[in-house]
């Protein structure tokens, strides 16, 4: 089974559709976990709702685009 991590920044309503259709459709896939630039971003809340563990990886804390998707990228490996 492949484990997939969506990252989102609002509503996540792409990534509604995937954990909704992982589900209906039986697909050899579950969502592992959801991520946010933004820790207000309203998909997290529909993520951590159906148990799938969420992170914020705050792009405004870090100096560089480099720092940013090393943090980002630690996250995901998580």
């Known amino acids: ?3 997939i991590v969506i990252l989102i920044s609002g509503r996540g309503s ?3 559709a995937i954990v909704e259709r992982c589900a209906a459709e039986g697909w050899p896939a579950r969502v592992a976990a959801v991520i946010s630039n933004r820790a207000g971003a309203g998909g997290l809340q529909f993520a951590a709702a159906r ?3 969420t992170a914020v990886v705050d792009h405004k804390a870090f100096a560089t685009r480099e720092a940013f998707d090393d943090a980002l990228a630690a ?3 998580r």
């Open 1 to 3: 089974m492949q484990a």
């Open 14 to 16: 792409n990534m509604e």
């Open 51 to 53: 148990g799938i563990p």
């Open 75 to 77: 996250a995901i490996d």
